[in-house]
């Protein structure tokens, strides 16, 4: 027969496990902010140069291009 465990030692053994799924669970959203805001970073960083790309052919055109214009210049 296994050994008679206590209703307190029963808590502390489910408390102990619950507190180390929790901590994983920090662990693992931790890993994910970080992975997002890179994502952030990098789309930001993306904007900032297509805004500069755009500033740029404005200048050279005299006027704010639309798409089509601007892939007829490209192409």
């Known amino acids: ?3 008679r ?3 307190s030692e029963g808590r502390t053994a489910a ?3 619950e507190r180390a799924e929790l901590e ?3 662990r693992r959203w931790r890993r994910e ?3 997002l805001t890179l994502q952030v970073r990098q789309a ?3 904007v900032r140069y297509y ?3 755009l500033h740029l052919l404005k200048n050279d055109w005299g006027r704010a291009p639309g798409v089509r214009d ?3 210049k490209l192409g």
């Open 1 to 3: 027969m296994p050994p």
């Open 5 to 7: 465990v206590s209703p």
């Open 15 to 17: 408390l102990s496990a």
């Open 24 to 26: 994983a669970a920090i």
């Open 33 to 35: 902010e970080e992975y």
């Open 44 to 46: 930001r960083e993306q």
């Open 51 to 53: 805004e500069g790309l």
């Open 70 to 72: 601007m892939l007829r």
